[in-house]
């Protein structure tokens, strides 16, 4: 036996207890162990074995950090297939989440039984790979085809109530998972009931699976593992045999396992967790927060608002009159509606959060007793500091003063106070109740435990918090600004806004740059401009059809018309014709002679400039690790997960390749495409960006 299973005997039955904390992965110790058990308790000449998880939860899968280097012997196939060919009984008792190899494990048991409370589901497609321990073949033996492809493709989580409606598992019941396993295997054995492999099962009912799959690809927005589990399934149905399937299982699983995507999503599943593990708050304990303060109830303020309560946080907001303060808790009301009609919240929750929870003002003392204030007003530094200037003077001592802005520098509105130290960025994504990011962005003087409730508020929120210095635009939309220009130039030198949104989308973003725009709003784009106009370097290259279009009036979808014209009741739009025009006219002030574009080079260079920048900003400490500007691109702008972010796909790319075209494009544009020093010291020391979120950990 290994330490990770701890071998015991009942009469004539044998428990197989996991003892692998956190989570009872599938690590070789423990595929070691349950061997081991299974052979002694044959050996021993037990009646059943019943397997079961020590700690929060039974196995939560295989165990992904062994992703990616040689399998160790037993492998979890071949350890599935031995379980079900055990010559006694075996009994599987679930609790907390049964995932992945967890489940097939469950699978290869002949029978199951779990507590009320417990989580099934086969999310390997989320990691880029697929249930590859039998489960596309056992699974639809029991689940039936069809809730089998939903089950394995969608890769969600399932209760133990839909798991015994749908034949996962055998029986639900209350208790610890140790007694309510051993009652039921005594139970099997006095009954005399048989073994029962799930491989003796016969082949469930085929379906259309062509059609499934290219209903599945599209779906995955150029994702292939949930399309390709949909092959391993059809083998379940149409191989000549199990171990054919099986074996058919094993070629799509190694397919997938090599590729780049199954990197990227698992480089995403660990960063995700790592982002808000700061080492330097590991001491530090965050400020109480029990109510908030909201200064702006607009589109951001109220859907931070709304995220408060949903997180059981009061909130006091503060507009600048009583008819904004009303149209502030319609736009939170409406909010909270959506939220009840989706069945998130109870009717109960509802009123609570509209009534007592809320508190809607005009006079700043109203909030004497908040513990911390979002600012969320209009993106103007005089306007932001005298809203400082009032929060200085009526809050509490040791009360958090934030703001949500987008660009402007907090260290300015830090000054706009007495007490810098308690102030920070909490930059949230529109909108706010839905979006996961939240940039923490840490002033100067921002206090630790300052920044530590940043992180305490955002888990609460249930947000992805990241940390970013203070620059103008932070970690994201400082990139964003960047490839945004990108493309804005391929479009002055001849790419169509259309081509290029059309490329994006086929890279996995759900939107091109253009039709976000649209989506945001062009006028906001506009303003930045303007604002920034008066500071430009004279040697950056400037265009102007984006702005022709807003002295038009065309702001995007809240006019109607922007790079698309948009009518209603439809989804989508259809482009613009005046678009054309602005940007001949533009080509032709700049005297600038268009050029095609292939495909590859809008992505190439699209992806150049967000990567040079995101290097920039990494090499300059603004972020701590590559690993947080990936996060901040999956979580606030929809990069495709499956890339694993922006710098994960560099380092896929190859960066040296990367560095190597943005100095080619710098020939032409040696202002915009001035290379990151990170990027030319990594590819000069032939390191890559992953190495660094190595070198910190
Ligand atoms: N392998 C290795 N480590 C794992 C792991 C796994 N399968 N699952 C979780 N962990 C680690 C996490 O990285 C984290 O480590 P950290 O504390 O050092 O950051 C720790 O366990 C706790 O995890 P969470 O913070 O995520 O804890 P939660 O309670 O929030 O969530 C969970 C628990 C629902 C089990 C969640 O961790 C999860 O979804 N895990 C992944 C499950 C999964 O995808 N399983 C399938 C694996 S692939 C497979 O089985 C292939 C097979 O078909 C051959
Ligand atoms: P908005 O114009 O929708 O709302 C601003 C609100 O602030 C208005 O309701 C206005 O009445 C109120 N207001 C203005 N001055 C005030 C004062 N002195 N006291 C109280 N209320 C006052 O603007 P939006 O989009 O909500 O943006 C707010 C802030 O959030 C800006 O700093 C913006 O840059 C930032 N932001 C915006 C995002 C977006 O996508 N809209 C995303 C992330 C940040």
């Keep these: 036996m290994t330490h990770a299973i701890h071998y015991e005997r009942v009469d004539d039955i044998a428990i197989l207890k996991a003892q692998n904390p956190p989570v009872n992965a599938l690590g070789i110790d423990v595929r070691l162990g349950l061997l081991a058990g299974i052979e002694r308790a044959e050996a021993e000449g037990a009646r059943a074995v019943l397997i079961y998880g020590d700690g929060r939860t039974f196995f939560a899968g295989a165990d992904i950090r062994e992703f990616g280097k040689p399998m160790k012997d037993p492998g979890l196939p071949d350890l599935c297939n031995r379980i079900e060919s055990a010559d006694l009984i075996v009994v599987s008792a679930l609790h907390g989440t049964a995932l992945g190899g967890g489940l097939e494990v469950a699978l290869s048991s002949h029978y199951r039984i779990a507590v009320p409370s417990a989580k099934m589901g086969l999310p390997e497609v989320h990691l880029g790979i697929l249930p590859g321990a039998g489960g596309t073949q056992r699974l639809p033996r029991v689940a039936g085809t069809e809730a089998a492809l939903d089950m394995i493709t969608s890769g969600r989580h399932f209760g133990a109530a839909e798991a015994l409606e749908k034949g996962v598992i055998d029986r639900v019941q209350e208790g610890e998972p140790r007694e309510i396993g051993l009652a039921y295997a005594r139970e099997l054995l006095d009954q005399g009931a048989p073994r029962r492999p799930v491989c003796d099962m016969p082949a469930p009912a085929a379906v259309d699976f062509d059609a499934v799959y290219e209903k599945t690809l599209a779906k995955g927005r150029g994702q292939l593992s949930p399309a390709t589990a949909v092959r391993a399934v059809q083998a379940a149905c149409e191989a000549a045999s199990f171990l054919e399937g099986l074996r058919r299982e094993r070629e799509l699983f190694t397919e997938l396992m090599e590729s780049d995507q199954r990197q990227g999503l698992i480089h995403a599943f660990f960063s995700e967790r790592a982002v808000s593990k700061l080492p330097e708050l590991a001491d530090v304990t965050p400020r109480d927060v029990a109510s908030v303060g909201v200064i702006g109830g607009g589109t951001m303020g109220a859907g931070i608002a709304t995220a408060a309560l949903l997180a059981g946080v009061s909130v006091v907001l503060i507009e600048r009159d009583a008819s904004a303060a009303e149209a502030a808790g319609q736009r ?77 520098d907090i260290n300015e509105i830090a000054a706009a106070t007495s007490r810098p130290r308690d102030v ?13 990011l939240l940039e923490v962005v840490v002033a100067d003087q921002t206090d630790p435990d300052v920044v530590a409730t940043g992180f305490a508020l955002g888990k609460r929120l249930r947000k992805i918090s990241v940390r970013s210095g203070v620059c103008d635009g932070f970690i994201g939309n400082r990139i964003m600004n960047a490839y945004r220009k ?101 080509q032709a002030d700049q005297g600038v002679s268009p050029r095609e574009f292939s495909d590859a080079e809008i992505l190439r260079r699209y992806m150049c400039a967000m990567v040079n920048e995101a290097a920039k900003v990494v090499g300059e400490g603004i972020a701590r690790r590559p690993l947080d500007v990936d996060m901040v691109l999956l979580f606030g702008y929809g990069f495709p997960r499956y890339h694993g972010g ?52």
């Design 486 to 586: 990108a493309a804005d130039y391929m479009v002055l030198d001849g790419a169509s806004p259309y081509q290029i949104d059309r490329v994006m989308t086929g890279f996995g973003f759900a939107m091109g740059p253009f039709a976000v725009g649209d989506l945001a709003g062009l006028d906001i784009g506009w303003a930045a401009r303007k604002r920034r106009a008066p500071h430009r370097d004279p040697r950056e290259r400037v265009v102007h059809f984006a702005d022709m279009l807003c002295e038009g009036g065309d702001f995007g979808q809240k006019t109607g018309k922007g790079f698309y014209v948009y009518e209603a009741g439809k989804r989508g739009g259809t482009p613009n014709p005046d678009v054309e025009k602005y940007i001949a006219q533009d």
């Design 424 to 436: 920070i960025g909490l930059h949230f994504f529109s909108p706010a109740h839905v979006m996961k």
């Design 646 to 697: 922006p710098l994960k796909w560099a380092d896929l790319q190859g960066l040296a390749g990367i560095l190597e075209d943005i100095e080619t494009y710098a020939k032409e544009d040696p202002y915009f495409w001035q290379p990151a020093p990170l990027l030319q010291t990594l590819v000069a020391e032939g390191r890559c960006f992953d190495d660094l979120n190595k070198a910190e950990k």
């Design 332 to 408: 939170i009301s409406g909010n909270l509606s959506g939220a009840l009609k989706r069945g998130k919240i109870s009717q109960d929750q509802f009123d609570t959060m509209t009534g007592d929870a809320l508190e809607l003002a005009t006079e700043y003392g109203a909030l004497e007793q908040v513990d911390l204030v979002i600012e969320a007003v209009f993106e103007d530094m005089d306007v932001k500091r005298e809203v400082f200037k009032a929060l200085d003077a009526n809050c509490k001592p040791g009360a958090i003063l934030a703001s949500n802005t987008s660009y402007l």
